[in-house]
């Protein structure tokens, strides 16, 4: 059984360059969730989607940003016109369900974005 | 505002004794607890969880306190193995809301 999957593993972009980051949940998953981490920081979340719903993006700066997860294929979360300020490693997580008591999330690789 | 907080950034440990990595939280709705490991270049890796509803946790050698009136957990390695130097990373979340809410992460260095 596969785990989470995340592609590109390292991503450089320029200033005003599209970032798009890949996820593919593990095997009879159908939530998944973006995380950011900061050097020195731990991880914060950026947004919740099922399977073609935006569950909660709250934790998405309002512009620049944004996240889809089709019917069919992975996860994409998208950035454009990045910043330096973009630069982070951005990990995708993926559960079965969500409870009273939440399902454990599991974690891909992470992508780490290199803002030049 | 930072709810939860881990505040050794490292922890120092010879192999084959206890390590401890402790956790603070502000937030009394926050009802269930998670501890990740991670290693360079690699995702964070489930490791043990708690529910508000118990105190003690094992699995292993890992075994998690929860002292609630301290808003306080703790995270128990014994015996300490070289493969377990990594990050430790305390998660919390609150009743159905989803989002994990994560501590800066202690590094753990066991020594031979």
């Known amino acids: 059984n596969a785990g989470v999957m995340q592609n590109p593993r390292h991503l450089v972009r320029r200033r005003g360059q599209e970032a798009r980051l890949r996820c593919s949940p593990m095997k009879g998953h159908s939530h998944v969730y973006w995380y950011r981490q900061l050097p020195e920081e731990g991880l914060k979340f950026m947004v919740y989607l099922q399977k073609e719903n935006i569950i909660d993006e709250s934790g998405m700066p309002k512009e620049r940003f944004s996240a889809e997860f089709p019917k069919e294929g992975p996860s994409i979360l998208r950035i454009q016109q990045v910043v330096r300020g973009d630069s982070a490693a951005y990990f995708c997580a993926s559960s079965p369900f969500v409870e009273r008591y939440q399902e454990t999330q599991y974690f891909g690789p992470g992508t780490r974005l290199l803002v030049l | ?112």
């Not at chain 2, 505002?1 to 939280?25: A, F, H, M, T, W």
Request: aromatic fraction near 12%.
């Open chain 2, 1 to 112: 505002d930072q709810q939860v907080k881990q505040n050794s950034p490292s922890l120092s440990v010879q192999e084959g004794r206890i390590s401890i990595l402790n956790c603070d939280y502000t937030n009394s709705m926050f009802d269930y607890f998670l501890w990740y490991k991670k290693y360079p270049a690699e995702g964070p890796t489930f490791l043990i969880s708690i529910s508000s509803i118990k105190d003690k946790n094992e699995d292993g050698r890992f075994t998690v306190f929860l002292n609630k009136s301290a808003k306080h957990l703790s995270l128990h390695i014994v015996p300490s193995q070289p493969g377990d130097s990594a990050v430790y990373f305390c998660a919390a979340s609150a009743g159905s809301n989803y989002q994990l809410i994560w501590g800066a992460g202690t590094k753990l260095i066991i020594k031979p």
